[in-house]
T-cell receptor, first 114, second 117 residues
Framework: DTEVTQTPKHLVMGMTNKKSLKCEQH?????MYWYKQKAKKPPELMFV???????INESVPSRFSPECPNSSLLNLHLHALQPEDSALYLC?????????????FGSGTQLSVL | AQSVTQLDSHVSVSEGTPVLLRCNYS??????LFWYVQHPNKGLQLLLK??????LVKGINGFEAEFKKSETSFHLTKPSAHMSDAAEYFC???????????????FGTGTQLKVEL
């Protein structure tokens, strides 16, 4: 299994809603990542988990809350989002958290905030 | 600090002709360099990576890239384009050491490749 699976594929939410994005991999990878990608733009790093511990937070607003319950799962909890948070949210994983590591990306969750 | 410049936002080629996507990088260290491809509404897929071994790197689907330190370039090429190559291509650099671990990639702004019949 060489896949990173993200659910849901699409999500529409209001600004007062609470929702969660889920990401799962069964490749035994020990680093997992959240990226945000606006249309026609490159992905922007949000968070990195290394051995289930948060190692990078790129000054992301607190309305985004990551969680890594175990080495296979990564969640992104969403609360009180703004319309400008609408984007494709990509999860990725790598075998180790090193500089040369290949990242495996999921297909993303397309989020629309109304 | 690391940065990546993709010189062309759009490239259009005819099927069967060569592809050249240009990338220049800036890095304080010896970088790792990657090319990723993204098809519409999909995640990113690694095409190839350079990690200070051979300067000519071969990737999947017939793509290759050459690392030229003197020119700080890492251009992506393919001898003959196929319709299925139409996608967004990102040049990526990684040289930042992060306390606690984690791979901090810097993406270029992307090149949209169009392949015409």
């Amino acid at each position: 299994d060489t896949e990173v699976t993200q659910t849901p594929k699409h999500l529409v939410m209001g600004m007062t809603n609470k929702k969660s994005l889920k990401c799962e991999q069964h490749m035994g990878h020990r680093a997992m990542y959240w990226y945000k990608q606006k249309a026609k733009k490159p992905p922007e790093l949000m968070f990195v988990y290394s051995y289930e511990k948060l190692s990078i937070n790129e000054s992301v607003p607190s309305r985004f809350s990551p969680e890594c319950p175990n080495s296979s799962l990564l969640n992104l909890h969403l609360h009180a989002l703004q319309p400008e948070d609408s984007a494709l949210y990509l999860c990725a994983s790598s075998q180790q958290p090193g500089l040369n590591e290949k990242l495996f990306f999921g297909s993303g969750t397309q989020l629309s905030v109304l | 600090a690391q940065s990546v410049t993709q010189l062309d936002s759009h490239v259009s080629v005819s099927e069967g002709t060569p592809v050249l996507l240009r990338c220049n990088y800036s890095s304080s260290y010896s970088p790792s360099l990657f090319w990723y491809v993204q098809h519409p509404n999909k995640g990113l897929q690694l095409l190839l990576k350079y990690t200070s071994a051979a300067t000519l790197v071969k990737g999947i689907n017939g793509f290759e890239a050459e690392f030229k330190k003197s020119e700080t370039s890492f251009h992506l090429t393919k001898p003959s384009a196929h319709m299925s190559d139409a996608a967004e291509y990102f040049c990526v650099v990684s040289d930042q050491r992060v306390t606690g671990g984690g791979n901090k990639l810097t993406f270029g702004t992307g090149t949209q490749l169009k392949v015409e019949l």
